[in-house]
């Protein structure tokens, strides 16, 4: 009986055995990179299988979750690798997204070695951030822009301001050595009292609208904006229906003091939905142009400044404006013409989606970046506020309305953004007239 020879290991062999160890650490680092920084969990998957296929893996899978990946390799012809990464939930760092998807691209045409990669990754992780001053200042300008959108006047939105500039400065020099619950209790606690000092010097007389706009910072990519149509018949309203104590007069002075915290629209009748829609395109008097205007502004102003919040890179702060403003000039306009807040807000989340899946496709970068900032004006965190105020005040009925009505706004967005997250990328290459069948597959 002859037995077989025992063979040496071929140095070749295990050489490219390492290479492709090698390869699938990349690929999971890349991964951990982009879930880390706020990419969407296709992305993810679809950027580590790239990485690996272009260098010849075949068998790599992998399964990512929001705090996790799992990767494995393995076949008859590839060794077997298996890595388990967690995530931890972190800030979103949006430049950081835009430059692994960047080096992704460049990786499928060639442009780098297996060598060139841990160096790459390096730079993106230690890229800088945006300046102190920078986000000090982007604070205050959301803060006041967002205030004035949800109804404040001018002096609220100097409050509002002052107010989220000395936030950030406490988030970034003294809150960021606490916990988030910690840092999140405090942060409101002295938005608060900054506010009632502000209200009571008289700079400010709408202490909620101030309140509201002064934490967006401290929160970001959650907490807006609530719509509540009024009881009453009287147009459009956000009516929470308890004085807070700190309106400029008694209940129904002005808007936003007392019984109507804020009000979006003035007061106008509809007979029907198709009336009012036709009396628009007419420009029909009782359209609220103005209020559309002033609310348009603020809310791109306001959506421009928290995308430096988001690290979006520079050249994008405009495509994030004209993002926020779009979703909330599709969701005015509905509402107006007689939809409900949820059915308003599930269109004007498509939109928004939408456009920022045209300009993902024009800039050939992720459309993550357009569509966090750009989703800001609609979803529903006042209505939170609101309910949590409610609770507190130990008025209940009016804490289930309007928790109810911002869950089925959050819903409602969440369904806006699936639905336009299904339509092939090819469609929008075709609508913006790209030629080459893969130049921008990887940008939604």
Not at 127 to 145: C, D, E, L, T, Y
Not at 313 to 323: E, S
Not at 363 to 370: G, N, S
Request: glycine share 10%; hydrophobic share 45%.
């Amino acid at each position: 009986m002859k037995l077989e020879e025992n063979r040496a290991p071929d140095p070749k062999e295990e050489s490219m055995a390492g290479d492709r160890q090698e390869i699938m650490e990349i690929a999971m680092r890349a991964g951990h990179i982009l879930l880390e920084n706020g990419a969407e969990i296709s992305r993810v998957e679809e950027t580590i299988d790239r990485i690996c296929r272009h260098y010849g893996i075949q068998s790599a899978n992998s399964f990512v979750l929001s705090n996790g990946i799992f990767s494995t390799m393995g076949n008859q012809r590839e060794e077997f690798f298996a890595r388990v990464q967690h995530i931890p939930v972190s800030g979103a760092h949006l430049n950081r997204v835009a430059a692994v998807n960047q080096l992704s691209r460049e990786i499928e045409e060639g442009k780098h070695t297996i060598a060139d990669l841990e160096r790459c990754l390096d730079d993106i992780e230690n890229m800088p951030g945006k300046r102190n001053i920078v986000q000090i200042m982007a604070s205050a300008v959301g803060s006041g822009a967002f205030c004035l959108f949800f109804g404040g006047d001018l002096l609220d939105s100097a409050a509002a301001f002052l107010s989220g500039m000395l936030l950030y400065v406490y988030i970034l020099y003294g809150g960021y050595r606490l916990s988030r619950l910690v840092e999140h209790i405090l942060g409101g606690a002295l938005v608060t009292f900054l506010c009632m000092v502000f209200y009571h010097l008289g700079l400010g007389h709408n202490v909620s609208s101030m309140i509201i706009g002064s934490v967006i910072p401290m929160i970001p990519g959650v907490a807006l904006h609530q719509r509540d149509p009024g009881s009453d018949g009287r147009g459009l309203y956000c009516r929470f229906g308890a004085d807070d104590g700190y309106g400029a007069g008694g209940p129904g002075d002005r808007p936003g003091s007392g019984d109507d915290v804020h009000r979006l629209l003035p007061d106008h009748r509809r007979e029907s939905a198709m009336t009012e829609l036709s009396a628009w395109f007419a420009f029909f008097p009782s359209f609220p142009t103005g209020e559309l205007f002033k609310q348009l502004l603020a809310a791109g102003v306001g959506t421009a400044a928290f995308s430096v919040l988001f690290y979006v890179p520079r050249k994008y702060y405009g495509f994030c404006a004209a993002c926020g403003a779009w979703g909330w000039l599709t969701y005015f306009v509905l509402e107006w013409a007689g939809m409900t807040v949820t059915e308003a807000t599930f269109f004007a989340a498509a939109a928004v989606v939408f456009l920022s899946r045209l300009f993902a496709v024009m800039e050939r970068c992720p459309a993550t970046l357009f569509m966090i900032p750009g989703i800001f004006p609609l979803v529903p965190g006042a209505g939170i506020y609101w309910t949590a105020y409610y609770i507190v005040t130990d008025q209940m009925e009016l804490a289930s309305r309007t928790g109810f009505s911002a869950v089925k706004a959050a819903v409602a967005i969440v369904l806006g953004i699936i639905f336009v997250f299904e339509i092939p990328q090819s469609f929008f290459k075709r609508v913006l007239g790209k030629k080459r069948a893969g130049e921008t597959a990887r940008n939604q």
